[in-house]
């Protein structure tokens, strides 16, 4: 994940997207529930997605 300060708002809210989803999978994994996966398989692709170039403080 980049930092905030180098990203635009659209950026910034994939970094938001990136925690929340982290946290969700985690309250996932605590109940047992297999979708955890795919909660931390969008938030890996959230927080990879803030290195995209349009995502970049302009």
């Known amino acids: 994940m980049r930092s ?3 990203l635009n708002n659209k950026g910034r809210f994939l970094l ?3 925690v929340v989803n982290t946290w969700v999978s985690l309250v996932f994994v605590l109940d047992g529930n297999v979708v ?3 909660s931390i398989l969008t938030a ?3 927080g990879l997605s ?3 170039s ?3 403080e302009k």
Do not use: G, L, P, R
Request: glycine residues 0%; contains cysteine; proline residues 0%.
């Open 44 to 46: 890996m692709f959230c």
């Open 16 to 18: 938001i997207c990136c």
């Open 4 to 6: 905030w300060s180098k």
């Open 54 to 56: 349009k995502y970049d």
């Open 50 to 52: 803030t290195y995209n």
């Open 36 to 38: 955890c996966i795919f």
